[in-house]
C-alpha cells in the first residue's frame, strides 16, 4: 500500500512563492510516475503537473507553466511543487498523487494525499 502525506500549504500574498511537499512511504520512489492535482471549492479536480518515475519527464497545466516547477528527490522519498508568482486564481487543496503514467487524468493514478490547502490572498 502506498502512503501519501503532503505538507507546506498555507496562505500567501499574490505574487508570493510556496513550495510543497508530498512524503511518500518507502515503496513509492522509482516506482511510480508522480503528480499534482488541486481542487478550488465547488471545483472539478484539475491536473497541475506530473513528473516521470526517472524524472527525465516533466508535464504542466498551461495556467501553470513557467511558474510552477516539479520535482523529485527518490532518496529522501519526497516529491515537491515549487510555485513562483502566485496568483488568487491558485487558491485550492493541493493533492499528490502515485501512478504508473505521466497522465493528466485524475483516473489514472492510483494513489492519492489527503491534500494540503494554499491560499492566496489579493
Known amino acids: 500500500q502506498v502512503q501519501l502525506v503532503e505538507s507546506g500549504g498555507g496562505l500567501v500574498q499574490a505574487g508570493g512563492s510556496l513550495r510543497v511537499s508530498c512524503a511518500a512511504s518507502?515503496?513509492?520512489?522509482?516506482?511510480?510516475?508522480m503528480a499534482w492535482f488541486r481542487q478550488a471549492p465547488g471545483k472539478e479536480r484539475e491536473f497541475v503537473a506530473v513528473?516521470?518515475?526517472?524524472?527525465?519527464?516533466?508535464d504542466y497545466a498551461d495556467s501553470v507553466k513557467g511558474r510552477f516547477t516539479i520535482s523529485r528527490d527518490s532518496a529522501k522519498r519526497r516529491l515537491y511543487l515549487t510555485m513562483n508568482s502566485l496568483r488568487p486564481e491558485d487558491t485550492a487543496v493541493y493533492s499528490c498523487?502515485?501512478?504508473?503514467?505521466?497522465?493528466?487524468?485524475?483516473?489514472?493514478?492510483?494513489?492519492w494525499g489527503q491534500g494540503t490547502q494554499v491560499t492566496v490572498s489579493s
Open positions: 518507502e515503496h513509492t520512489p522509482g516506482t511510480y510516475d
Open positions: 498523487a502515485a501512478g504508473t503514467t505521466t497522465s493528466r487524468l485524475v483516473q489514472n493514478y492510483d494513489y
Open positions: 513528473i516521470s518515475r526517472g524524472g527525465s519527464i516533466t
